[in-house]
């Protein structure tokens, strides 16, 4: 009986020991937060955002099975949505739309994301999508954040992405929980 306390004992002090070490070690690689009153540059605003946004509209996209991408609600006012799968195109396509080099013309795409059939064409577009976006963010300075283009300021292209996708998401979700799916960022 001595012997198995001292190795719960033993295996209880490793766990506080690993678990301490992941926790400071997490703490110390974390960046220090910005002072109060500094200035904060637009690409390190909007990129957590993005950020953010991203894991949650490619955690959904991911979690929803490939058979279930052509689904679209049959109960309720639902005529002429798209299909949870056409919803992740459709977040894919805008996002080539609202972080597009405001220096280049913009172009349709939107061939190219009818031609996805797949789920993981979809989400490697979607994926890629995302890069685009945090390029076209992490471009984003003081000097250039709020100067007019052909398209709005880049600022605000930014904001109205990531609404934009946002809406979808919340769609996504709505699609997950009637599959019986829970949200990866709501477990």
Known sequence: MRMIAKIASGFA???????????????????????????????????????????????????????KYDFIPAQGE?????????????????????????????VDD?????????KAEIVKALKDSFALAHAYVDGMTAENAFVMTEHGTRAGQAAGGIAHMMDHYGQMVEYLRLNGIIPPASR
Do not use: R, W
């Open 78 to 106: 639902f005529k002429g949505v798209n299909s949870f799968g056409k919803q992740v195109k459709h977040v894919a396509q805008a996002n080539s739309h609202y972080f597009h080099d405001p220096g280049k013309p913009m």
């Open 13 to 67: 002090g490793c766990c506080l020991l690993a678990l301490a070490s992941t926790v400071f070690s997490a703490q110390a690689a974390a960046p220090a937060k910005p002072a109060v009153g500094s200035l904060v540059p637009p690409a390190q605003v909007f990129g957590k955002l993005l950020s953010n946004v991203e894991k949650e509209i490619v955690s959904a996209a991911e979690a929803m099975p490939e058979e």
């Open 110 to 118: 939107s061939a190219d994301f009818e031609k996805l059939k797949s």
